[in-house]
């Protein structure tokens, strides 16, 4: 094998080392037993695809010990004992779509037959819930409800907001920097930038998180109306649920017949199902959203602006690039954490992106400033 074959198969084994790793430290946070077991058998099979692939390798003449975990694995369960291994669990999924579109394509290539088998983790869940575990329908909804709430990935979501912030605010100083030659009008436009964005930011964020959950509380008190109101309709209405997830008519009429008798109960999954709410989602604080939406913000937005309280003229815009710099390649370092890409490529990519729009803003500026002079 090549030098480039041998670095692609270490890759590789890295990765199915991280996601038994990982799913395995998942397993031992889950309360649920079931789910738990369901983790459990993840962490079994992505050990035995390590292991797979390590004695292919060796009949092919390379001989590659399994890695410990990674870095990003090691760093990915530390978030999850602090924030909740949900968090995790989202990561993993864009994990295994990934891997399982580029096993597609080189099947593909190679002209193998693509079977389709392992697409993503949420047809694995399905295959061991139904299959082996033989757990019901609803506990079924619950972790495909929970793999959909956390699909977007909150903590993602905060670290590529950072990077906008950031990026944004930069362009913004070096705009003026290039206009005023880098005096205190730089102090003034970035903190009135910082100040603008946070608030705007915030006030969207609440509400955003407002009329979410005002629309989820009116849909979910007219699901309880109709339970009150058509009892009958309902119990239908889950049998149907039950069925179509491949569960016998029978067994499926029983589940409904003995879940009806829980008004509770009935709503909770018909409020899942029916209506696709999750109902944690309703828990959340606009007003934390808000807050917390500031303060990210904040953080990305005053990196660049700082070195202007202390500096002006050539040194300030000097500082403030090196800062920003610093800053980029740090949350590129942060966004591995998703992506699984290099850290070097990624916050190397963050820095070469962030200053060439900040160069191109500060050309900008330069070229309206020498014009409003001339």
């Known amino acids: 094998m090549t030098a480039r074959h041998i670095k692609g198969a270490a890759s590789s084994l890295q990765t199915e080392v991280d996601a038994a790793y990982l799913y395995r430290q998942i397993a031992g946070a889950e309360q649920d037993p079931g789910v738990a077991g369901i983790f459990v058998h993840l962490s079994e099979i992505e050990q035995g695809h390590a292991l797979a692939m390590q004695e292919s390798l060796q009949k092919k003449g390379t001989s590659i010990d399994l890695p410990p975990p990674s870095w990003r694995a090691r760093t990915l369960d530390r978030i999850g004992r602090i924030f909740g291994y949900d968090y995790i669990i989202g990561v993993m999924m864009q994990t295994e779509k990934s891997i399982a579109r580029a096993t597609t394509t080189r099947k593909a290539a190679s002209r193998q037959e693509v079977t389709g088998a392992e697409s993503n983790h949420v047809r694995i869940l399905q295959h061991l819930i139904q299959g082996q575990q033989g757990m019901a329908g609803e506990e079924l909804s619950r972790i495909?409800?929970?793999?959909?709430?956390?699909?977007?990935?909150?903590?993602?979501?905060?670290?590529?907001?950072?990077?906008?912030?950031?990026?944004?605010?930069?362009?913004?100083?070096?705009?003026?920097?290039?206009?005023?030659?880098?005096?205190?009008?730089?102090?003034?436009?970035?903190?009135?930038?910082?100040?603008?964005?946070?608030?705007?930011?915030?006030?969207?964020?609440?509400?955003?998180?407002?009329?979410?959950?005002?629309?989820?509380?009116?849909?979910?008190?007219?699901?309880?109306?109709?339970?009150?109101?058509?009892?009958?309709g309902e119990r239908k209405e889950i049998a149907l649920i039950y069925m179509a997830k491949g569960i016998p008519e029978d067994q499926s009429m029983q589940m409904a017949n003995e879940i009806m008798q829980d008004t509770n109960r009935a709503h909770a999954l018909l409020v899942r199902e029916e209506l696709g709410i999750n109902a944690d989602e309703l828990k959340g604080s606009a007003m934390e959203a808000a807050v917390s939406s500031f303060v990210l913000f904040a953080i990305g937005a005053i990196i660049p602006v700082l070195p202007f309280f202390f500096l002006s003229g050539l040194s300030g815009i000097v500082v403030s690039g090196v800062a920003s710099a610093i800053g980029l390649f740090l949350i590129g370092g942060a966004i591995t954490l998703f992506t699984g890409k290099g850290l070097w490529f990624s916050g190397g990519r963050q820095v070469l992106f962030g200053l060439a729009a900040a160069a191109i803003t500060y050309g900008v500026g330069h070229l309206i400033g020498v014009s409003i002079a001339g």
Not at 213 to 232: D, G, I, K
């Open 144 to 232: 495909e409800g929970r793999h959909k709430t956390i699909g977007g990935n909150a903590l993602r979501a905060a670290v590529l907001g950072a990077n906008d912030r950031l990026v944004s605010n930069l362009s913004l100083v070096m705009g003026v920097a290039g206009a005023t030659g880098g005096n205190q009008a730089i102090l003034l436009a970035g903190s009135a930038g910082l100040l603008a964005g946070a608030l705007s930011m915030a006030l969207g964020e609440w509400i955003s998180v407002k009329s979410s959950q005002e629309l989820y509380e009116n849909q979910m008190q007219l699901e309880m109306t109709e339970l009150e109101t058509n009892p009958e």
